[in-house]
Every structure is written in structure tokens, then in C-alpha cells.
């Protein structure tokens, strides 16, 4: 197992520009994971580190060792492409033989290694299948089982999951973070899929048009996201515009409308917000920390009209026009009576729940 | 374990994996392809250029004027005959095969079946044998005009093909395959929504003709015309048999045997450059054109014709076009079996025997022309197999500039005639130099095998290219990704994968090479004649039979080799003819 660091690269294509200047460091180990829309340069990063792109400037490195510019086929990492590249002249044994052979390894060691592998991803007694009488989920599994067999020091996987159904989905994930945990192996994982993102790595990193947004724990990018662009991107999110009216004692005041002020705290805030009283600020609330309020007057109220009421079962998710202001809300269904269009609504937005994005 | 080794590995090592990781190195590795290119392409033509440029060691346009000089107009006539013999070509093909593309998909009637089958026989015949046995069936001494003459008990053959009329409808026979292809793709394509969306507008079946039908198959029509065109130009068979010396190809020839070198070049350059711009207009044209059918997957209807009457016609119309499309071969078959310089007045052959079929693989003079064409077209199609695949790697893998121009230059030799190849390498091997290792090549065996090679270089290259360009990018990446090194991934993976093409390409090149005759005829030795130039010979000393038996010998491997390569990649390989 290795670790992965990116010094510094940027790659560009002739003038276009692929990806500018992305600084990481991946722990041996970790499971890693790009994620960002499409065309933000998410496989581009991927595919220098595997090799097939040298990066236009910055360096990197397998634990101690440069590895800018050395070829493919010499850094030993196991990748799983997005349409599995399978090769279709083979069998699935061959397909999973095929980085032994390379190797040279005996035939006896290939034979028991592939059976191994085989066991692991749940394909025994496949091994003499050709590739196209494979369902996608086991296509899938092969094109893992062929990266995982060479025992890589790296694993990359660019966006495994995309091809497959959703129930699929769900438990092919699985699948590979148990693998990942139970070989320990150094994982990149790409994808766009935010859910996907969270519920699998240890670290994110989010990217757009090139450029690296924010890198952290999933609860890092979600809780406190640094800019309005990962706000949106990860969850949902409600992204409310004020002027800074007060600043005091630790708290923020700001003006979202002619009558509504809210208070946030100012410990609450990304990195790069500087609130200063006069001035512009975002604010970002997450909509199932917004709570309906029925007791007395106070603090960060809103009062409005529901325009949707979606009930599903476990949550009743609202969007209330309060003013100028649109807000979302999932309450949990406590068994209280669901409020339908038209209906008046009163919403509380806790203190701590409010995060200045600046 | 395996980045332990890495870790140690010298430096020197790391050095040399720094510069072939440099984005130049990959210049260097192609460079051998354009070497090749220049070496017996580019060179050659060159060579022919500065021969029709040069009297006496100096550089004078004296060839030139001569060419075009107005009391000498032999030349002019030449060019003339071969222009309009040309475009009377597009024109007769045209009729036949978009006629015959749109009798055969859009209507049912008896027979239909076969005829479609029937409508690509010749593509199987090899140009010269084609001639050959149109001559037996239709010239002033064929079959069927001195039939008709017995019949009806006339004075004279009533008709009989020769001259100008024999090579048009010889042309129109050989090359309304052409247009008939790529009409009745175009015409399969067509959505019938569109015909039934514009007669809901209103539209006549005439308008409908006119403003959808016709301009959706405008690009096939004039790509084929295009195509059909310089095909005539090149066309060289046809009239040598007919005798018609007023054309390019036939003044190219005559002045080489006379030995007016000078003059060969001459017009040989002036037909070069008549190819090349067509070559070109061809490149652009098929850029530049734009009509797309968006809707996927549609059959069209066929009308059934149910009137008792046209049923009747349409049968005898299907019979009468398969006699046509059947008699050159059924008639080379049966000449096949008639005894040598036995037929001369008769209308058919008196007498027959198997003798010459025997003859074909146990008597050694008989034998050694086939056994020539197979070593010399076997050759020359391995070289075409390397080449072909190298240049199609290099046009769909790799990331280099000056893709065009590698295109046009593999496409180049395909589109010059095979009389001014011949020419062109003439020019360049009658004395040593570097690219034929300090040889004389003009007499030796090679000079064939090379002859070969570059008229038809494309074959494969065209083949291999279309299979690659289906072939998913990342698996190749994948093979590098588990430790392949280029040359394993390529060995293990991309050539088993490419291989259907390959194969498909080889096999239409090994044909292809085995009826070549245009180029040669002017470049064979004695010693290496090959089975066409055999065939023509044979023709000449009245040896009838041995001669339509080695064409009956071509023919089956071309039946063979085309349903191979049909049944190896589908329609892909079709794309290079
Ligand atoms: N080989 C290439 N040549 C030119 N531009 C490229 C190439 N590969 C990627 N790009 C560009 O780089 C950007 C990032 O692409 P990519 O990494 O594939 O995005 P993602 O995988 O995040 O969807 C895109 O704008 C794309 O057009
Ligand atoms: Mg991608």
C-alpha cells in the first residue's frame, strides 16, 4: 500500500485547460474520492495518476517514489474503468490472468491467485465465461477482480458504478468498500453522485471546472462547506442573501428582507468569511434543521404560505414563501396533521444551524 | 514486491523512460511509415515528374509542348477520348445502378432475391477477365451476334461490341456496382416517414421525387460519379482489348513500349495530376457532406407488384437480368473446357476436354505463372498487412499532427492509375539509389511485389482503421494499466481484437494483387510473369481454354476470399473498394 501525493499538478490540453493546480495528499490506506460534475477534470486527475496523461506542471509521487512520468504499465496501480474495458477476446479467467501474466508468474500461482480473487467477488465457477454472456453487475466484478489481482498499490476506480441499475448500485457499493477495507488497499474513487461520495470515502475532494473546492471528511464538506458552489452541490441546501447588521458578542445579525433578521453564529463560518456589519453575506441552512415553531414569539422566525407540501412517509418536506424568501424544510413526521398548500407556517431557524459562507 | 524493483531501478533507465516519455518520441516511431510513403510514392512520382521535365540533362517544357502541341494532336485526342469516355461512363453507370438499387429495394416481384445477390458478380471479375469474356460473348467473333446471325440467316453479325461502345458498355458492366451500392444504402436508409410526412403536406408523388427522394441521395450520387469517374480514367483493359490507342492509359503504354521514355513521363504526370485533384475533390466532398438520416433503424416497404401484367413483365425483366448478369461467367466456364485453338468460325466451341484444369497444377509451364502470382501477391500483401496496420494505429491511437496528410498520401497511390504506378516506379528503379538498397530494381523479381504493395496499400489500412476506431480506447489502456508493456498489450490485445479487419483487408489484398494486370503488363519479367499477363499471352496465341480456365481458377478464389471477408467484417471491408 502506498500513499499519493499530487504536488502541485496542473494538466492543460494545448490551451484547454484541464485541471489547475490540485495539491493532495492521499494517506496509505484512505479511501479517496473526486468528486464534482461532469467535466470538472475528476478523470483527467485519475488518469495521471495512472499514467496515461503527464501532467503539464507539478510532480508526483507514490510514497517516496516520482512517478510523473513514468509509463502505465510500470506503476502498479489496478483500475477499474468506466465501461470496464473488459477484453472481449477473452475469457473471464484470462481477463483476470492477464496482469499475471504479465508478471510471469507460474501457472500454478496464476491459477490459485485468479481462483482467489474469484472467491472474494463471488464469481466462482465463472471462469470460462466469455464476456458477453455476463450481466453488467458481474461485468463489473470482473473488471475489479482484474484490477485487484495484481494486489495494486493503488486502486482507482472512475465512476464503477455509473453503468448499473440502481439496486445494483447500492449493493455494489457495498461491495467495494467492503473489499477496500478488508485488503486495506489505497482507493480513488470518481464520481458525481454526492451520495455515493458520502456514504463511501474517508476523505472528498470536491471539484469544478478544473479547480479544487474543498478537501475533507464528508461531514467536513457538509457541515462546513467553504464556498456557495460545494453548499449546493453536496445535500440540499437553502442559500439565503443578506446585508450584515449587527456584529456583537459572538453573534451575526443579518437582514434577508425588509422584516426579517436572522442571528447566526459567527464561530459558524467557513474559513475565508470576514462578516462585516454593511456588508453582503450568504447564508446557508440545511433544510432538515429548520424546524416548525408554534410556541411564542422569538428569534429567527419566518412566517408564510406553503407552495408545495410533499409528504414521504418518514419526513413531510415543505417549500414556504415567507416574503421575498424561499425556503425548504424536511420535519420529521412526528404523527401531527400534514399542512397542505395555502396553509400558514411558521419556521424556526436555530442559531447553531445557520453557516456563513461569506 | 514490484515497486521494491522499481525503486532500484538505475538511473540511466529512468533517463531513457524520460525521453520516450518526451511527446516527440512518438515522431521518431512513426517516422518509418512516412519514410515508406516517400520512399515508393512520393519518390517515384517525383522522379517521373523531373523525367518529363528534363531533355538532354536540361529542364525544358519541350515534353509538355509536345503533349499539347495542335499538328501532332494524338495526345490531345487521347486526353479527349479518355475525358468523354469518362463522364459517358458516370452516366451509363448512374442509370444502371441507381435504377437497378431502386427496382431491388423498393419493390417485390419473382426473382428479386437472386437478382440482388446476382447484381454484385462483377465485383468478382478481375478487370481483364471481365473484357475477356465480353469479347467472347458480344465481340464481332462472340457467341451471341454470330448466333443470331446463324438464326435468322443474315449476311453480317447484326451487332457487335467494339470500339468506343465495347469499353462504354464494358464500363457500364464492371462499374455500375459502384453506384448501385451506395444507392441502395442510401435508399435503406431512407426514412419512409419522410415520403409519407411530405405527401400528408400535399405533395405529388412527382414533387415528393423531386424536392425529398432525389436530394437526400444527391451525396451518394455524386460520390460515385466521383469515384466511377477516375476509375474510367485509369481504366486500361478495356481499351487495349478493344483497341482504342487514343486514350491516356493506352498512349502511356504505347510510348513506353516504343521507348519514349520522356513522353511516358509526360503523360503520365498530366494523368497524375488529373487523379490527384480528383483524389482531393473526392476528400472534400465526402467532408463536406451533410445530409444525415436522423431516424434510425427503419426498413422501407417494398411495393409488391400485383397487376397480373407487370408480374409477368417484372419475371422476364429478373430473367432477362440474370442471363446478363450470369453469361460472362457461365461463358468463361464453358470456354474453360474447350480445346486449344479449336473454335474459329463455329458459334460455340466445337470441342472440349478437362485437359487444361488438369494442366492448371501438374503441367509446370501452366503451373508457373500461378504459382508466381501467389509467391509475388504473397509478398506484397504482408508488406501491405504491416504497413496497413502500423498506419491505422498510428491514424486512430495516436495523438500526432499531420493525420491529413498521411491520409492522402496512403490514399494517393490508390488513386493513380495502375499504368502510371508502373510508370512512376520505372522512373525511380532503373537505377540505383538508397530506397532500393543500391539495387536495379526495374527487372528483377522485387519490382513486381513492390508494385503491388503500393496500388494497394489502402486495403488494409482502411480495413484495420474502421475495426480500431470501433474498438473501445480504454481497453488498450487497460492491458498498460496491469503492467502490459506496449508491445504486450498490442500482441495480446489490440491486434487479437483488430484482427477481423486485418484479415478481411489482407484477404481483399491478396486478390486484389493476384488479378492485377495495368501495372503489370509493363513491368513483368519472364522469369516472374504473373497469372494475368499469363492470361493475356495465352489470349494472343488463340490458347483459349487455358486461358479462361486460369480466369475460372481467379474468379473461385475471388468468390471464396469476398464471402470470407463478408462473413470476417460485415460491410467494413466494402468501404476500401
Ligand atoms: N484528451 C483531452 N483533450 C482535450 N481536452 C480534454 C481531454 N481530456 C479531457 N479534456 C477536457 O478536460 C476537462 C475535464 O475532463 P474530464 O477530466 O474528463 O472530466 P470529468 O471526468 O470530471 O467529467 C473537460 O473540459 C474536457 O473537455
Ligand atoms: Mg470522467
Redesign the pocket.
Known sequence: MSSVTLDHVT?R??T????EDVHIQIRSGEFFT?L????????????MIAGF?FPTEGRIRFGENDVTTLPPNMRNTGMVFQNYALFPHMTVFENIAFGLQVRKLSKSEIKERVERIQRLVHLEGYGERRIDQLSGGQQQRVALARALVIEPQILLL??PLSNLDAKLREETRFEIKRLQVELGITTIY?T?DQAEAMAMSDRVMV?QG?QVQQIGTPSEIYHQPVNRFVASFIGETNLLEGTVTRIEGGEVDVRLSPDVVVTGLAKNASPACQPRVGEKLTLSVRPELVKEWEGEETENLLRGRILLSEFTGACVNYITQAGPIQLRSMLINLGRSVKQRGDEITLLLPKESIYLIG | MKAELHKQSPAPARRRLALMSSPSFIYVLVSPLYVILLAYVIYPLYETFLASMKIEEKFSFANYARFFSLEHTANLEALWTSLYISVLSVITCGIVGVTMAFLLERYEFPGRRILSVLALVPMALPPLIGVLSFTFLYGESGIIPRALKELFQLEQVPFSLKGVGGVLVVHTFTMYTYFYMTASAAIKGLDPSLEEAAASLGASRFTIWRRVILPMLTPAMVASSLLVFMIAMASYTAPLIFGIDRTMTMQIYLSRTNGDLDMAATQSTILSVVSILFLLLMRWYQGARNYQNLSKGISVHRTEITSKLGKYVSMVLSFIGTIVLMLPILVLVLISFSVNSTWTIQVLPPEYTVQHYIDLFTDSKTWRPIANSLQLSAIATIGIIIFGVAAAYVMVRL?IRGKTLLDVLIMLPWALPGTVVAINLIAAFSQPNVFSFGQVLIGSFWIIPLAYFVRHLPLVFRSTSATLMQMDGSVEEAARNLGASWWYSFRRVVFPMAFGGVLAGALLAFVQCIGEFVASILIFTPSTTPLSVAIFQRMYNFEFGTACAYGVLQIIVIIIVLFLSQKLAGDKANTAV
Open positions: 494538466k490540453f494545448g484547454a485547460k484541464g485541471v473526486f464534482g460534475p461532469s467535466g470538472c477534470g475528476k478523470t483527467t486527475t485519475l488518469r496523461y472512475d465512476e470518481v458525481h471539484m478544473g | 495523438p
